[in-house]
Structures are given as structure tokens and as C-alpha cells.
T-cell receptor, first 113, second 115 residues
């Protein structure tokens, strides 16, 4: 019940295309859903986050779509660039436990020029 | 503003030894969390500290321990090292626990190799 399942494991997108990464969870106590980006040799960096009271949040080229009834959320990267090539992690945490993130397995994104 | 600082960056130990990793959070951040990252298990939560008290603990054996000092700096210790403890250990800090302060900022980690 503590798992967050992420797909796909790897993704190849052409420059300018849309990258879509999906996550699903089971624990209804989760109420905070961030996405992290990690480059080799670096720690994860927060990209964007959402709470279940909204269905979509957009920040620049990054959009989270959230479906509370299906217990699914996804990251859309519009106009993908080679510099977006990295590993992306979805995560979730229970209410008021933001330091305790349950991470998905990660998606390795490669954006081809 | 300096980010989360972890030392050392790389560490090589042998089985049975113990190791201590250090983390300095972002100035003003009072909550520190630790994570283990491996290719097989991904990112797994170890523990979280706030005001020198362990607030949350993940599903790791008692060989993994941590502490936080009054200046919010934190250390984690792994005793009786096993080969499977080889991993990237990440520290993350946030302002404080609570719904409005949940942005975690990660350091670059300490890469531990157990031989």
C-alpha cells in the first residue's frame, strides 16, 4: 500500500516533442505528490508538486495532471529539449510527513536533437 | 544561499566496518531527511529529524542510525557494513515539517562502496 508505481522505465523523445511519465499509488493517505529531476552525479531536484485538491498544475513547460479517483498522476514535459535528458522520479507522502517521500522507480528520459 | 552539503563525497569501506556520513542543511532549514539510492531498490527513505528528534523512520535495520545537532546539522551512521549497503546516500533538508514546508532540497550525496 506504500508503493508508487512509475512508468515507463525509459523514454526517448524527439526535440520539441511531449514527454509523458505516469505514476499510480494505492495509499489514500498520500496528499502531496512531487516530481523530481536527477542528473548523473547530482541529487534529485524538485520540479513541480501538486496536492489532491487540484487536477492540474502548470509551471513553464512542466505540467502535472492528477486524477484522484483513479489514484494516478502524470508529468507532461512540453517542447522537450536535450537539456531535459535526465531521470525523473514521482513521489508521494502522507499528510504532514513531507520529509518521508515514497518514490517511484524512476524514468530515464532521453531527448534526441 | 548555499545548498545542502554532504561530506564526504565518496567513501570506500570494507565489510564489518562502520561509517559516519555528514549533512549540513540549507541555512534556516531545521528538518533533515536521509535516503538511500541504489539501482535495484531506487530511492528509499531512511529517517527524518527535526529539532534533534527522529520524527519518522523507514524500514531499515537498526544498523542504520542518525542524529541531529542543535545547529540542524545531521549525521547518519551505518554499523557492521554489508556489501548490500553500497549505495548513494542522500540528505535532504526542508524548512520544517508541516503541510506548507514540504519542499525537500537534496544534496549531491555520499557514494559509499563496501568491499
Amino acid at each position: 500500500q506504500q508503493q508508487v508505481k512509475q512508468s515507463p522505465q525509459s523514454l526517448i523523445v524527439q526535440k520539441g516533442g511531449i514527454s509523458i511519465i505516469n505514476c499510480a499509488y494505492e495509499n489514500t493517505a498520500f496528499d502531496y505528490f512531487p516530481w523530481y529531476q536527477q542528473f548523473p552525479g547530482k541529487g534529485p531536484a524538485l520540479l513541480i508538486a501538486i496536492r489532491p485538491d487540484v487536477s492540474e498544475k502548470k509551471e513553464g513547460r512542466f505540467t502535472i495532471s492528477f486524477n484522484k479517483s483513479a489514484k494516478q498522476f502524470s508529468l507532461h514535459i512540453m517542447d522537450s529539449q536535450p537539456g531535459d535528458s535526465a531521470t525523473y522520479f514521482c513521489a508521494a507522502s502522507p499528510y504532514n510527513q513531507g520529509g518521508k517521500l515514497i518514490f517511484g522507480q524512476g524514468t530515464e528520459l532521453s531527448v534526441k536533437p | 544561499k548555499a545548498g545542502v552539503t554532504q561530506t564526504p563525497r565518496y567513501l570506500i569501506k570494507t565489510r564489518g566496518q562502520q561509517v559516519t556520513l555528514s549533512c549540513s542543511p540549507i541555512s534556516g532549514h531545521r528538518s533533515v531527511s536521509w535516503y538511500q539510492q541504489t539501482p535495484g531498490q531506487g530511492l528509499q527513505f531512511l529517517f527524518e529529524y527535526f529539532s534533534e528528534t527522529q520524527r519518522n523512520k523507514g524500514n531499515f535495520p537498526g544498523r542504520f542510525s542518525g542524529r541531529q545537532f542543535s545547529n540542524s546539522r545531521s549525521e547518519m551512521n551505518v554499523s557492521t557494513l554489508e556489501l548490500g549497503d553500497s549505495a548513494l546516500y542522500l540528505c535532504a533538508s526542508s524548512l520544517a515539517p508541516g503541510a506548507t514546508n514540504e519542499k525537500l532540497f537534496f544534496g549531491s550525496g555520499t557514494q559509499l562502496s563496501v568491499l
